[in-house]
Each structure stands twice: as C-alpha cells, then as structure tokens.
C-alpha cells in the first residue's frame, strides 16, 4: 500500500518501490507554479506525473573543471547532488553567492605540473684565472719531480718535469721545462727557462718564467727573479730574491711588484737527511703562515738523482694568484739550491 502523496510503487528492476522524492503540493514540479529561476534546471518535464510511474529527478550536468558554477538560490531544501566519481573538487559547495576561494599559500598545486628546471650552472669566483679555480679549495700542493733515466745514467740534463698534486695524491697538474740543449748544459742550475703547467686536459694554464742571472750572495745585483703568468701572458706576480748574506730570503710579490708575503729558508739550505724548510710569513714578518718544504727522498735517490719531492702549505683563504706566485717560488727554490750540476 502506498502512501498519500505518492504514485504506486514499481517493482520493475532497476526502479524504485516508492518515488525518491516526494512531491508537496505547491512546490517546484506543480504546474500551476511560477517559472524556476534562471539557471535552476529540474531535468525532468514540468507535466504530472502519470498513475504508475515514478518522478525521476536527473542531476545537473557538472561544469568543466575551473569554470565558477552557478547554484541554484539560496533557501532550496532539495539535496545537492555531488561530483561525479573521480571529478576534482571545486571547494564548498556553490549556493551562497559568494567568490570562490583560490588555494592557500604553500598547496600543492592541483593543475599540471611544472617543467623541471634544469640545475644551475656551477659558479666561478670573480677574479679567478681560468684553470687556477681548484686552487681556492684546497690549502696545501705536493710536488713530484719525474725520474728521468737519461739523466740519472750518463748525466745528460735533460727538461725537468713534475706532477703537482693535492694532498690525497691525486694529479691536479703537471709541468714541464722548456729549454735547449746547450743551456740546460752549460748554464745548469742557473740556467734561464720557460715553465708551462697545464691541468688534466692538457691546456695550459700558468707561466714561470726565469731570466738567466749570476749568482753571488755578495753582489746584490744579480739576485734571481721569476715571473708568473696566469693565463699565459697575464703576469699575475713575481717571486724576487732579497739581499742577505747568510740566510735565502724571497719576497712574493704581486702583478705591480708589491710586496705581500715574505719567504725565508735555513741557513744552509741542504737537507742532510730531513727536511729543509722555507718559512712564509707576511709582508713585515712575525708568525709562519705557510711553507715550502724540500722532503727528504731517501740517501739512495737524494745521492744519485736530483729528482726531488717538495710540499706547499698556505692558508685556505689566500688569494688564488698568491697560491700560483708561491708554486713558482718552489721551482725556484728546485733550481737554486736542490738541481745539481
């Protein structure tokens, strides 16, 4: 038995057994009613409904996503109907009349997303020589002399080379002398020479260059200079040798031949069995900074080899072309002291 109000129930599948929504007399649905307003759809006819079939209310159709809907007035008691299944939500429920509110800040986003980015490029210090900026993380250099096997057999000077490395071993440079047959001979130690250091790709990216001079501790005008080039014609500093009777002094300049760190070895610069140590302070002096040291190499090689191991100390924050002006002062120091004739 059905109730007042409402059409006979239907036992087809797939139906109701009763209506599944009421009709009150007078309300939307009655023809004698006034007009829905305008963007309220009741999906269905606006005739009676006939004996025996059931009033069917058909959802309104959903909006695109990302288009404002218009609700129905405000004071409708009829259920919402929801979102589709898998439909994205589209904040409160439309109806009051006001704006939509956009995402809070910090949401992810419920659009497409983004391209990545790609990574940014790595940054090279300002005022940097290109090829020198490994040197502004490291505060330490070893040096290694090559064998060569002409030279330790029969004596014949040829070019020195060496590997310059960090203090893990590995290589970070190398070097090379270039120089002609009969002043490698007969100039020797005091020879003059053109030094090229070039990285692991093989480009060249500091110069030494020194100027033949006579040695004498006892006449101040041919004391030992040696240019540094970074790049190669780019003079970044000098490493110039100071007067003093006893003691070996440098003083590391830069490209406008100031002075900005001094260099001074031990009396007798010899190693006899240990290290021989040239000390590096500042400008006016007081306490060591850094230093170069001549490593003892065992009696075997230090005797019939003058292949030699040396190591470089400086702070970790000097600037980059004072750490090349003292890679220069090393070989300096090689040739005047440590490559025998």
């Given amino acids: 038995m059905s109730a007042p109000g409402y059409p006979p129930p239907h036992q087809g599948p797939g139906s109701y057994s009763t209506a599944p929504y009421p009709v009150p007399h007078g309300g939307y649905g009655d023809p004698n009613h006034a007009p829905p307003p305008v963007g309220f759809h009741m999906g269905y006819n606006h005739q009676q409904p006939q004996p025996g ?45 006001g704006p939509m509110p956009g995402p809070e800040y910090g949401a992810p986003n419920s659009g497409p997303p983004a391209a990545i980015s790609p990574a940014p490029a790595a940054v090279v210090p300002v005022g940097v020589p290109p090829g020198l900026e490994y040197l502004t993380q490291i505060d330490q250099i070893l040096i290694h002399q090559k064998v060569e096997l002409l030279e330790a057999f029969i004596g014949f000077e040829t070019n020195n080379q060496y590997e310059i490395k960090n203090s893990l071993g590995q290589k970070i440079y190398k070097a090379k002398e270039k120089n002609d047959c009969c002043t490698r001979n007969c100039c020797g130690a005091l020879r003059s020479f053109d030094m090229k250091i070039k990285d692991n790709t093989d480009r060249e990216v500091i110069r030494f260059i020194r100027p033949y001079r006579c040695a004498s501790c006892w006449f101040p005008c041919c004391l030992q200079e040696l240019e540094v080039q970074a790049p190669p014609g780019t003079t970044i500093g000098y490493v110039s040798q100071d007067w003093h009777p006893c003691v070996p002094e440098f003083s590391i300049k830069g490209a406008n031949k100031e002075t900005v760190m001094k260099l001074e070895g031990p009396c007798f610069a010899c190693n006899c069995c240990g290290d021989v140590n040239f000390e590096l302070t500042g400008k006016d002096g007081g306490k060591p900074i850094g230093r170069i040291s001549k490593q003892w190499g065992g009696l075997i090689k230090e005797v019939f080899t003058d292949t030699d191991n040396f190591g470089i100390q400086f702070p970790m924050d000097l600037d980059v072309k004072m750490k090349a002006v003292l890679m220069g002062a090393c070989f300096l120091i090689d040739f005047m002291f440590f490559e025998k004739d």
């Fill in 53 to 97: 079939q059931p009033v069917m209310y058909q959802p309104v159709p959903m909006p695109e996503y990302g288009v404002p809907q218009m609700g129905p007035s405000p004071g409708y008691g009829g259920p919402m109907p929801g979102p589709r299944y898998g439909a994205p939500q589209m904040g409160p429920s439309p109806g009051y009349g």
